[in-house]
């Protein structure tokens, strides 16, 4: 017999492995504004690289995209950075190695990076690069021990390496309290050390990493809730009106805990300033962390062309690209999968009419800490 607690802890695993972005090249088609968030952190890619005192008798550059979904979304970013690489090593072969989770979107990688798409991929305009493809988790080390120059990751590392727990009355930890919050928190402490403890056996004497991370800045404002309706609320009162209808049930509506935390500038922090911690004692330091807010695009846009339909035909796709998987594999798999996806159909169609009727309040702004990190 399986006891309860057997039954729990594999479905939180099984849904922190349920985290897929769209396929087929429509993560980035529908996320814009994770685009313009890469762009924004280009100069710090190219100051990173600046300082990596790099030279024409380097004969091998490293560079990583952890957490790369697609690839389509950090193309731009990723030709500015072998651009300045060429500056200082014009001799260097230069790998770029894309990572994600294996159940990713490998085909769709592939296809963008190697200019097989309407992408537009620097794989062609830069000589003697290397794109390589790897199913690591950043949760274990992608390259072998002091190879890799510059570590970059964007919007990826506050999906937890498992679900400590499901919340009983909210959908994110935003929204959590108490024992709840604890051990998420508790989860995303130990979660983020471990990712840095890869990076610090993976970079060179000297490497670098730039890491945009979802966080909750000093104003308390992240991902969604940047003024107006607050997603996460929203996406729970939704999911709670589902309950309320009888439409899910209680586990549903429960296991419906999405395996992520946003951590704040201090909690990012600690690892790398606290002169005790494994991660200061590999040799990383934090050279520098801020906040940003990124505005949502769709809802830039929709303040010029006034159009709902084109504003809520932005946004949702925009949202569904990250979440559905984790909604779909809240429901129970005794249903027939019809009746799953007409579920999440139902659901994603409620948050489309609520842009609709009430267009200036929703949005998805983005909010992130962006670090540049070294290691002496
Ligand atoms: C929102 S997408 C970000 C994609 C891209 N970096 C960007 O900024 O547009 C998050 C990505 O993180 C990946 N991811 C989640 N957990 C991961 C893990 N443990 N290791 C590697 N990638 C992971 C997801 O599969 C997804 O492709």
């Known amino acids: 017999?399986?006891?309860?607690?057997?039954?729990?802890?594999?479905?939180?695993?099984?849904?922190?492995?349920?985290?897929?972005?769209?396929?087929?090249?429509?993560?980035?088609?529908?996320?814009?504004?994770a685009k313009d968030v890469i762009d924004h952190a280009t100069p710090l890619v190219v100051d990173a690289i600046n300082a990596l005192n790099l030279d024409s008798s380097l004969t091998e550059f490293k560079m990583s995209d952890m957490g790369c979904a697609d690839g389509g979304t950090s193309l731009s970013m990723v030709e500015a950075a072998l651009n300045q690489v060429r500056q200082h090593a014009e001799h260097a072969d230069i790998s770029v190695v894309y990572s994600d989770q294996p159940r990713n979107d490998f085909n769709a990688l592939v296809s963008i990076v190697h200019d097989l798409t309407d992408f537009d991929s620097y794989v062609k305009r830069i000589d003697r690069v290397y794109p390589l493809f790897s199913g690591s988790s950043f949760y274990l080390q992608a390259v072998p021990d002091n190879t890799l120059h510059l570590?970059?990751?964007?919007?990826?590392?506050?999906?937890?390496?498992?679900?400590?727990?499901?919340?009983?009355?909210?959908?994110?930890?935003?929204?959590?309290?108490?024992?709840?919050?604890?051990?998420?928190?508790?989860?995303?402490?130990?979660?983020?050390?471990?990712?840095?403890?890869?990076?610090?056996?993976?970079?060179?004497?000297?490497?670098?990493?730039?890491?945009?991370?979802?966080?909750?800045?000093?104003?308390?404002?992240?991902?969604?809730?940047?003024?107006?309706?607050?997603?996460?609320?929203?996406?729970?009162?939704?999911?709670?009106?589902?309950?309320?209808?009888?439409?899910?049930?209680?586990?549903?509506?429960?296991?419906?805990?999405?395996?992520?935390?946003?951590?704040?500038?201090?909690?990012?922090?600690?690892?790398?300033?606290?002169?005790?911690?494994?991660?200061?004692?590999?040799?990383?330091?934090?050279?520098?962390?801020?906040?940003?807010?990124?505005?949502?695009?769709?809802?830039?846009?929709?303040?010029?062309?006034?159009?709902?339909?084109?504003?809520?035909?932005?946004?949702?796709?925009?949202?569904?690209?990250?979440?559905?998987?984790?909604?779909?594999?809240?429901l129970d798999s005794s249903r027939p999968l019809p009746e799953r996806k007409q579920i999440i159909e139902d659901y994603y169609d409620t948050y489309r009419q609520q842009v609709v009727t009430a267009p200036q309040e929703h949005g998805m702004g983005y909010v992130h800490a962006y670090k540049s990190i070294y290691k002496v």
């Open 1 to 33: 017999m399986t006891d309860k607690n057997e039954t729990n802890s594999s479905e939180q695993h099984a849904q922190a492995d349920d985290i897929t972005m769209s396929g087929g090249g429509l993560y980035s088609l529908a996320t814009k504004g």
């Open 151 to 330: 570590g970059f990751s964007a919007t990826a590392m506050h999906w937890l390496s498992t679900k400590p727990a499901n919340i009983t009355n909210h959908v994110h930890m935003v929204g959590a309290s108490g024992e709840e919050l604890r051990a998420f928190s508790n989860q995303a402490k130990k979660d983020w050390e471990t990712i840095l403890a890869c990076r610090a056996r993976e970079l060179t004497s000297g490497g670098r990493l730039v890491l945009i991370n979802f966080c909750r800045d000093s104003q308390g404002q992240y991902l969604g809730n940047t003024g107006g309706v607050n997603m996460f609320d929203n996406f729970n009162e939704n999911w709670k009106e589902f309950l309320s209808q009888g439409i899910i049930n209680d586990t549903e509506y429960e296991n419906m805990t999405l395996p992520q935390y946003y951590n704040t500038v201090e909690e990012f922090s600690d690892p790398l300033t606290n002169k005790s911690s494994d991660c200061y004692q590999a040799g990383l330091r934090l050279e520098n962390i801020e906040t940003r807010v990124v505005p949502c695009p769709f809802a830039e846009e929709f303040k010029q062309h006034n159009d709902v339909q084109k504003f809520a035909n932005g946004l949702i796709p925009t949202i569904r690209s990250w979440n559905e998987s984790i909604f779909l594999a809240g």
